[in-house]
């Protein structure tokens, strides 16, 4: 399994030469801006991707009070915080470029804010609560309870205006409006952002786990 | 060594009160304690009355330009009773930490009834403070209101909205640190989308019209809501 | 009848920092079981945890009518806790407490039967008086009275005489008396006066492994 966290760096290395080397600027687009979506989505896709890791460890974690649960399940939070904020900032430059503001009250990209403001408070929350098999409970209720009523913040908030979001992925037609070579470095890049991901995940939890023994020897 | 099998008390007595009365009794002792000593009540009522009065005094006299009146005035009613609920909704658990009797009530129910009676006081007093303020929004303002009754129906199903999401937090933040500042920011993201509806259901009241979309959604956010809550409220208030 | 058993198997606690004990097993049905240990020793946790108010760390605690084992509502009816961290609604009265946790509980009593709980515990005299108003013995008996309030088949005391005269102590003992012959009742104390001929004895002390002695 360890060859794979060294085989990941010159992948990804690849996606990101490929990005800008392979496949030509998209139709429609100012210059080379569509390039943004190899990074763009796969971005965002990891940072709601985090939300379901978390959502699962927490009942993991309610169901069996194993503290490594909680550990991944706050991991989770922390980096799908950063893809987020990621997908953010490169859907705010993409907006610049194409039409000449950075926000523009998409539906889209107003539920990532929110997503934002999400992970966030779950990490004020576990912040703000010392005992940690208290934190790890409380942690676990929020995070489950804001999964219940995920769906309205990302299916209702947003369809306040029409979207500007380009349609090549998720369109009415239910089909790809890509060309091969761009088909490929895209799925190429999805797959590489989740196996960062992943990797972050383990790397992130592990470090926990290290400092929750490291608290509990101290005192 | 302890004696052999002896005889245990007396078996219970059959009758017993169910569930929904349990938990009208969470919500009548809850009610009870706030009439005798308000706390809960008069702080939702100053800062409703000073919120709306600072609105009414900045906006007031120089008026709101008709286009933007309804969308306007109904925004900031739904900010000011976010934060009206933010400021007097938690004591319901926040209390019982404090004065040390969470021991006794977690020993006699569940956290899932307590919750339902707190939430049931909560909605009550919600309700209240709304149907002071609303008024009171709307007069100094000058806000004319198309249809009363589109209004009190959006009152009705966002304020529970509001309440079960706010009781089920102020069940979470009872223990942890700086209450006022957390609940504030984890009950933000989930009320936004409720808020969000709201406000557009009392724009279309305010036209004159029963906005079914948006209600719809708040009745559905309310059903997740609590049952969600009911779920989860031994992982949110138990030790 | 069928008894009323209380079980620990391998319960351990540890806060942040070293554990108050670990992998302490005992199982009792009637009796009296003394819970013996100095200040911090974790006797009030451990009752805490007995009583559902607190999680172990590790392990379970089961409570058991014959076969069956009971929880949520039978649990907590079955098991009486009174410890210090009780605390009442300073605003009610005494009845007014007792009534609340009647209902709240799904057994309300009726007002002769709250009344007669109160004479019991010596609290007639104060019936309408806001338990705001008590003293610390008054509200110790009202701890008392409430642990008692659904004649549990199990009876989890912790420091029960604290703060109570003579006469105080009276009742307690009386009610310990009466409890271990229908019941069990586990009592808790850093007083060695307390413990009259246990049954069973648990001894909490700095070491990490608790004894229990027969």
Redesign the interface.
Known sequence: MKILKFLLLPYMAAVIAGAFLWPAPAQGFIGESSRIVFFHVPCAWTGALAFLVAAGYSIAYLAT?NPRHDDVAAAAVRIGLLFAVLALVTGSLFAKVMWGSYWNWDPRESSFLLLIFLYAAYLFLRAAVE???RRAKMSAAYALFSAVLMPFLFFVAPRITSSLHPQTVINSQGKILMDAPTKAVFFGALIGFTAVFFWMLSLESRSARLERAA??AR? | ???S?????????SS????L??AW??CA?DA??EL??RIAAASLFFFAATAVTLVSFAVGPFGLPAEARDRVCSALLWIILFFCAATGLPRAFVREEE???A????????SS??LAGKTLFNYVLFLAITAVTVPAFAILLEWRMGSAGALVVVMVLGGYGLSVVSTFLAALVAKASQKNVLFVVISFPLLLPLLLSAITATIAAAGGEMASTPIRVIVAYDGAATCAAYLLASAAW?? | ????TLEARELSK????PPLFTKLSFR????F?AVRGRNGSGKTTLL?IL?S???A?SGSVSVR?GDAELA??ER??AVG?A?P????????TAV?NLR??G??????AGEAAIAQRLDDVGLSGAFDRRVGAFSTGMKQRLKIA?SL?????ILLLDEPMIGLDADGRAIVEKAVGAQR????VVLASNDSRDFLEP??TIELGDRETADVR?
């Open positions: 009070r005992d940690p098999e608290a509990a005192r | 060594m302890a004696a099998v002896s005889s245990s008390v007396s078996p219970l007595p017993g009160w169910g569930p009365r349990r009794a969470v002792k009870a304690q005798r000593r004065t040390g009797t021991y006794a009530l977690r020993k006699v129910v569940s009834l307590t138990e030790d | 009848m069928l008894a009323t540890a806060f942040a920092g009792a049905e009637s009796g079981l805490k009583a108010l607190a999680h760390s009518r949520g509502d907590r009816l806790w410890g961290d009780l605390a009442f609604y300073e605003d009610f007014e609340f946790f209902r709240a509980g799904g057994r309300p409430f309030l659904f004649d549990p088949p012959r229908a019941g069990l049954d069973q027969r």
